[in-house]
């Protein structure tokens, strides 16, 4: 498609949905005409087109073409499918990590499917459908650098990672003892930029000695023509936690949550999901279909 669990977080999976069961049972292939029912979600019965925020930048997860029109990637494939199940072919719309929260409480965008962590912080202000991906933080650098071996090379360089997202804040309590990225260690060895493709620039121009964030992203860097060979991603994750890549929406709105779920847990039992891991994620999709790594979105 081109168009355009820790223990802890068991709960908070099971605290970001409410089923209806009549909405899981609401049927992807009906017109908009026929969907209006007090039984199904805001999102099913609108009969305007559903806008979805994607990232733009992140080849292998969601990537805009130099026109900015035709988008690529897992998040776009999910996006699509979840669409059509819920609603309608979708539209898409960039943003960034920082954007995410603020353009669905704004109501700019209806849902949000990029790279878009579960997490207890996120879940005060907005609901999530899913999972349905679940990586892991990792670090990328550049393909000539031989002294950054794992995490703990990280203390004294300065690692990139972007505005509104988890991954710099891990880095921060690791090396300065503090959830606030902004603390002693994070201002002197963080380098937070809007985008992920900002920091493999910086990477490149030696800005920046590395960039960690979901393997997911990184690899799909490591793997794209324009930087292959020029970065390389550490082969290991460096921490247990795991990001649960969710479909974030307004809050409340249950019985789309239940109908996305209920359309995620058919893809992924019907061998779609697999597709679409396979497709996008190349030689590092086997990591992701590990039945560890399964994502299983609750009913
Ligand atoms: N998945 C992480 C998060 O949602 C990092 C990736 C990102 O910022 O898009 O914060």
Redesign the pocket.
């Known amino acids: 498609m081109t168009y355009h669990r820790s223990g802890r977080l068991v709960g908070v999976i099971a605290a970001a949905v409410l089923v209806l069961p009549a909405a899981a049972a609401c049927r992807a292939g009906s017109t908009p005409a026929a969907k209006a029912s007090s039984a199904h979600g805001r999102l099913y019965a609108m009969s305007r087109a559903l806008r979805i925020g994607v990232?733009n930048d992140q080849p292998g997860l969601s990537l805009a073409d130099p026109t900015g029109t035709e988008y690529t990637g897992l998040d776009i494939d999910i996006a699509g499918a979840v669409a059509t199940a819920l609603h309608d072919k979708p539209v898409f719309q960039a943003l960034v990590?920082n954007t995410r929260e603020s353009m669905l409480l704004s109501g700019a965008v209806d849902l949000v499917v990029?790279?878009?962590?579960i997490s207890e912080e996120r879940l005060k202000v907005i609901d999530f459908a899913g999972p349905y991906l679940i990586?892991g933080q990792a670090i990328l650098v550049r393909a000539d650098d031989k002294s950054i071996i794992g995490v703990d090379s990280l203390k004294d360089k300065i690692t990139c990672g972007?505005v509104?997202?988890?991954?710099p804040a891990r880095l921060a309590v690791k090396f300065g003892g503090s959830e606030d990225a902004k603390n002693p260690w994070g201002r002197t060895h963080l380098r937070l930029d809007a985008g992920y493709s900002e920091c493999l620039q910086d990477l490149l121009n030696k800005k920046a000695d590395a960039v960690s964030?979901?393997d997911s992203?990184l690899a799909g860097y490591a793997n794209s023509p324009k930087y292959r060979g020029r970065v390389r991603l550490l082969p290991e994750r460096f921490t247990t936690h795991r990001?649960y890549?969710g479909i974030g929406i307004a809050k409340g709105d249950h019985a789309d949550i239940a109908l996305i779920n209920a359309t995620l847990r058919q893809m992924i039992k019907d061998g779609r999901w697999e597709k679409i891991v396979r497709k996008n994620l190349g030689a590092t999709a086997q990591q992701f279909l590990r039945p560890e790594s399964r994502p299983s979105p609750p009913s």
């Open positions: 990232k990590s990029a790279s878009y962590s990586a972007t509104g997202s988890n991954s964030t979901d992203i990001e890549y």
